[in-house]
């Protein structure tokens, strides 16, 4: 679950932020794509982490 969550905050604010500054389209859709697999990636280790704390 916090994998996706990260995935969708990622994709917003990549998207977000490539608009403030004034990005193209292209430029959108890959702020989103890189910012979407980087707190994805967040996203899977900190739930590694959790169920490693959790589950000893």
Request: charged share 15%.
């Amino acid at each position: 679950m916090i994998v996706i969550a990260g995935i969708v905050f990622g994709a917003v604010w990549g998207a977000m932020r490539a608009r403030r500054r004034k990005g193209r389209m292209l430029d959108i859709i890959q702020y989103a794509a890189i910012h979407a697999i980087a707190f994805g990636l967040l996203g899977l280790i900190v739930t590694i982490v959790i169920e490693r704390l959790v589950l000893g």
